[in-house]
């Protein structure tokens, strides 16, 4: 009844339906131009992560603020007049550049051996390279010897150099960010009341709001420090490198991706229908009804907030897949019923072909809600989001397909179809004679399948390499790679160790009887936490054991903290120790710039903490973070003797790694919530279990082909790869229910297995061969990508999509004639 109002609906009133979808798609185009893309760290990040709530706290207690770094090699000796010269022109330009607070050079850092000189000396006058008696080869020796310096500002051979340019402190960033996790902390708490849901919602809006426009901030920023670097870049090496410039060009790329490729899917799709159907109608009405959808879905998402980042970046493809889906059935079932009553109207042929298709179509995006569900239950807002992003796109696919395709049809006169292409395709005979004839073979090669796919299951990991997002013959991989092994690495790991309260006093005999020091030992029986004495030879040992435990791993490239400015004491005083006294004297009387290098970032007397930081080598091909980081908080403990509750590790390796392995078990998890819900959609739409059940079988296996080939081939499952599952799960789904239907269908005329085989595969497998063939070739295209999550990601679409149409059909007909679930009809022998 509702399915022949909506058919009389749509063919009586399809100029009025034009006219409305077509205005819906102006509106809601008009606010896709606000659809704004963001990379950056904080879209990555668990909201509700003790460790980044304890980050942030870290972050607020040290100098810790956000960086450039320039990897420059120049042509000319490193301490030449020419270099010299160059890094000072280059540093002032930089300086000029709005947003940037200081830049760090090896011309400005403190030289404490060049020559050795006393600590009260050091504090008096810190001698630098620009200083311009300095001593040029003592110079060269300490910064390539020196633990301060040694492949961290200046690489081991002493040809390459850091150039650290220091982002002004956004305060204001920083207040609308603890204001709105003010309201997410007390949410966790309790329930929100009236009001403060309202304030909840306002700061929200404002942080966005800022966010959006300092990224665009942000973006202006690392152009002109580019445009900077470029006229030296035509002579020398200069490589830009730093967390803020990997998001900024990961936006860049997902941007560009999305323009060229999303153009390039439609170019080489528009072929493919064109080979396939040879009229423009099939060609034209796919493509506008994709357009449509896509147009829409993005208006609604942008009016809603939501954000493209990295992960959710490839709804578009994924939408575009879901879209022609539908319309090339609606279009291969037309030219059936064409064929079949050629003598109907226009109207009646509409109608058949939606009485046909509409109910497996609804179906089909009941059960993509099944998989993208899956997407929604973990704690990751842009997986959370892609979810979303696909439950709504999938929405307006089916409201899109069946305005649109009906309407304009209407409006078209009816047209033989052409079916040049039909008659040279074969490929839908030879798997229906496969079926019947080599069932045996058919399960030979699935149990190997099953084998292969539980071998590669075994080898999954789970990972996220930046320097792996990007091609090696790319700008940001060289830069990266020109870092990981001339300067220290790039990714930052943070301990950060507390110390217990220690009130002993420190025996007064150690107290050095120099004059200068005399002053300090009438306050000596104070407490030994207090700022000026903090700095006690166990405090001191322990930083050092711990120190030196971090740069055992060959992942770690660089490690610093106070036990680096040991080092230099122990080789400043000819293997005697800082004593406390000597630390004391730079804590208080060093001035603040040279603090904010050697002492600031990595002690805070205030809380009794240290913090060390760690780079880790991202290009290491052995580096699995999770083992890692495990290993570390392990150790520290059981190695280096510290207390456990003493010890945190903080920082963006740590959050990211967090993301990834809530990823995976929200991922392990709900694969099994999502299987459940859509067995139980087979079971409503075919009143069968073991109907539900042999469909089930048959989705599972793109999925283990998948989660196969990546373990085999050493392809890490990370927050790009790891969706692939549900995508995988959507495709065959479509399949699936297309393929059943109509097997079903066509079973209720004669109850003859092998005949309904034949007849379903002569039918419905024409649109899955299509749709398949069109998105396949389409997608192809991405593995041209420079950006290898795209890349990947339209890879294993391919492979899902070969799969899945292999699987749907000939293992799915092979099971259903085997086990006959739909019964066997009386006096049927088949």
């Known amino acids: 009844m509702i399915l022949q109002k909506y058919i009389d609906f749509v063919t009586d009133y399809a100029k009025a339906i034009i006219v409305f979808v077509a205005l819906a798609t102006g509106i809601w185009g008009y606010y896709a131009q606000y659809l704004s893309i963001d990379a950056s760290a904080e879209t990555l990040l668990l909201e509700n992560d003790a460790d980044l709530k304890l980050t942030r706290e870290v972050h607020a207690r040290y100098i810790s603020p956000d960086y450039l770094l320039v990897a420059y090699t120049p042509d000319a000796a490193m301490l030449s007049d020419t270099t010299i010269k160059t890094i000072q022109t ?56 020196s633990p301060l310096y040694a492949n961290n500002l200046v690489s081991s051979d002493f040809k390459t150099t850091a150039i650290l340019i220091n982002l002004k402190e956004d305060s204001t960033y920083t207040q609308l960010l603890q204001k709105r996790n003010t309201f997410i902390e007390l949410k966790e708490t309790r329930e929100l009341s009236a009001d403060e849901k309202k304030q909840f919602l306002t700061a929200k809006m404002e942080f966005k709001a800022y966010n959006d426009a300092n990224r665009d901030t942000m973006h202006q920023l690392i152009e002109k420090v580019r445009a900077t670097l470029k006229p030296y870049q035509e002579k020398e090496e200069l490589f830009l490198g730093g967390v803020m410039m990997i998001s900024d060009d990961m936006i860049g790329f997902v941007k560009n991706d999305i323009a060229i490729y999303g153009t390039a899917i439609l170019v080489i799709m528009v072929l493919m229908l064109w080979i396939i159907f040879r ?23 942008a009016l809603l907030g939501i954000e493209i980042t990295v992960v ?11 879209t022609l889906s539908l319309v090339i059935h609606l279009i291969v079932s037309y030219r059936e019923e064409y064929l079949l009553f050629p003598h109907y109207t226009q109207k009646e042929l509409i109608a058949i072909t939606l009485k046909r298709m509409s109910i497996p179509s609804i179906f089909i995006i009941l059960t993509s809600y099944a998989g993208f569900i899956s997407l929604m239950t973990c704690d990751i807002l842009p997986i959370i989001d892609l979810g979303m992003m696909m ?37 839908n005979t030879v798997f ?40 090696q013959n790319t700008e940001i991989y060289k830069g990266m790679q020109k870092i990981d092994n001339n300067l220290g690495g790039t990714t930052p790991l943070e301990i950060v160790i507390t110390f217990p309260e220690d009130k002993t006093e420190v025996n007064a005999s150690n107290v050095q009887s120099d004059d200068l020091l005399d002053s300090f030992e009438d306050e000596f029986e104070q407490n030994t936490n207090d700022a ?36 230099v004491g122990r080789i400043v005083k000819e293997g005697k120790d800082f004593d406390n006294f000597e630390y004391a004297l730079l804590y208080s009387e060093l001035s603040l710039e040279y603090r904010k290098i050697l002492l600031l970032p990595y002690v ?22 999770d083992a890692l980081l495990a290993q570390i908080k392990e150790e520290l403990v059981s190695k280096v003797g510290l207390e456990p509750q003493n010890v945190k590790l903080v920082g963006m390796m740590v959050l990211y790694n967090n993301m990834l392995q809530s990823l995976f078990d929200s991922q392990i998890a709900t694969l099994g919530l999502a299987l459940l819900l859509l067995g139980s959609m087979f079971l409503f739409l075919f009143r069968s279990f073991k109907i539900a059940l042999l469909a089930m079988t048959v989705n599972m296996v793109p999925i283990s082909v998948i989660f196969g080939i990546m373990g085999a081939t050493g392809i890490p499952l990370d927050m790009m790869s790891i969706t692939i599952a549900s995508i995988a799960l959507g495709i065959t789904v479509d399949n699936t229910i297309h393929y059943l239907y109509r097997f079903r269908e066509e079973l209720a005329h004669d109850g003859d297995y092998i005949a309904s085989m034949h007849r379903a595969h002569g039918t419905i497998a024409f649109g899955m061969f299509y749709y398949s063939l069109a998105t396949i070739v389409g997608f192809l295209v991405l593995v041209t990508s420079n950006f290898i999550p795209t890349l990947i990601f339209g890879l294993l679409t391919v492979i899902v999509l070969l799969v899945a149409i292999v699987s749907d059909l000939i293992f799915s007909p092979l099971l259903v004639v085997v086990f006959k679930p739909f019964g066997i009809k009386k006096g049927s022998s088949h």
């Open 90 to 145: 280059l540093k002032q330009s930089l300086l000029q550049i709005e947003g940037v607070e200081s830049v760090t050079t090896l011309l400005d850092v403190p030289l404490l051996e060049s020559p050795p000189i006393a600590i009260t000396e050091v504090v008096k006058n810190v001698r630098t390279l620009s200083t311009p008696d300095t001593n040029k080869t003592l110079a060269q020796k300490e910064l390539t010897s």
């Open 279 to 301: 009229q423009i109608r099939f060609v034209v009405l796919p493509i506008l009804v994709s357009l449509s959808a896509l147009i829409i879905t993005t208006g609604i998402n």
């Open 312 to 322: 959710s970046s490839n709804y578009v493809a994924m939408q575009l897949i879901t």
């Open 391 to 427: 439950n709504i796109g999938v929405s307006i696919s089916l409201a899109t397909a069946y305005l649109l395709f009906p309407t304009v049809m209407m409006l078209l006169a009816k047209k033989d179809p052409v079916l040049v292409f039909d008659k040279a395709f074969t490929l």
């Open 432 to 471: 229906a004679y496969a079926v019947e004839h080599h069932g045996k073979k058919i399960i030979a090669v699935v149990v190997l399948i099953i084998a292969f796919s539980l071998y590669g299951v075994t080898q999954l990991f789970v990972e996220n390499s930046f320097i792996n997002y990007f091609k």
């Open 532 to 567: 000026k004495y903090w700095f006690t030879p166990e405090k001191m040992q322990t930083i050092e054991r711990v120190h030196d435990y971090l740069d055992s791993f060959p992942q770690v490239g660089n490690v610093s903290s106070l036990a680096t400015l040991s080092k």
């Open 604 to 625: 805070n007397t205030e809380h009794n903490e240290a913090r060390f930081v760690v780079r880790i080598v991202d290009s290491d091909k052995n580096l699995r973070r």
